[in-house]
């Protein structure tokens, strides 16, 4: 079975969190990684591939129409809200868009994003199965979207990329109640009755509300979702 991980970070990500998730993989997972960057990156050696989120399919059209202040966030009175940050969380999808092009025409079994936050800290379980989605739910929340598992020869696997796709470039993602990542992918998850596994359902006691989700279900690798990236990365 053939597998590919892909991610994506900004420049300021990269300092920040990235490089760390970039060392944490190659010394932990040796499948190869599409990582979607905004300037240029060799780090890594052979087993990552590096592409310019900005030359992917759509997306600099999608910023350029995301002209009003509530597409990023910025909801009234300079006050962000994050369900509402399209453009920024867009990246994300976009880049996922284009990786399951890339993975699907070089014959891989599945997709796996990994949010680049993360710090690998063993091998992470391979998916399998027949379900087509392997997600992060929460009883209490949306799902987290730091993980997120497609296979690819699954008979839903075109249409949640043509709904996915659709979303943006229409801009009926504006006509969701939220626009971030998670709620978009748990909205197309029920919209097309995707046949889904839940690899956090056997933590669901544990999960109140806005738990780490990541950490419960990959123990021995962490998430450093919002704040946590702040700490030392040394």
């Not at 994506?8 to 760390?20: A, C, I, R």
Request: glycine share 6%; charged share 25%; aromatic share 18%.
């Amino acid at each position: 079975m053939k597998i590919a991980y892909v991610t994506s970070f900004s420049p300021d990500g990269y300092e920040l969190y990235g490089k760390k998730f970039l060392d944490t993989y190659l010394e932990f997972i040796d499948h190869p990684l599409f990582c979607y960057v905004e300037a240029p990156c060799s780090y890594g050696g052979d087993q990552i591939s590096y592409y310019d989120l900005n030359n992917v399919h759509g997306l600099n059209e999608f910023l350029e129409n995301a002209r009003f202040s509530a597409m990023s966030g910025h909801v009234w009175d300079n006050h962000y809200d994050y369900r509402f940050a399209a453009t920024r969380f867009c990246r994300k999808h976009f880049a996922q868009i284009d990786a399951e092009k890339r993975a699907r025409e070089q014959g891989f079994d599945w997709l796996v994003w990994l949010d680049a936050d993360i710090e690998v800290g063993k091998p992470l379980p391979l998916p399998s199965g027949d379900n087509f989605l392997h997600y992060l739910g929460r009883p209490e929340w949306h799902s987290c979207a730091s993980y997120v598992a497609w296979n690819l020869g699954h008979v839903q696997n075109n249409e949640w990329w043509k709904l996915l796709s659709t979303l943006y470039k229409t801009g009926a993602l504006f006509a969701l109640p939220e626009w971030h990542d998670s709620y978009v992918n748990d909205w197309i998850r029920h919209q097309l009755k995707i046949d889904a596994l839940n690899i956090a359902e056997p933590y669901k006691d544990q999960l109140k509300s806005h738990a780490n989700v990541f950490d419960y279900v990959f123990q021995g690798s962490r998430h450093k979702k919002g704040g946590l990236k702040y700490e030392n990365n040394n």
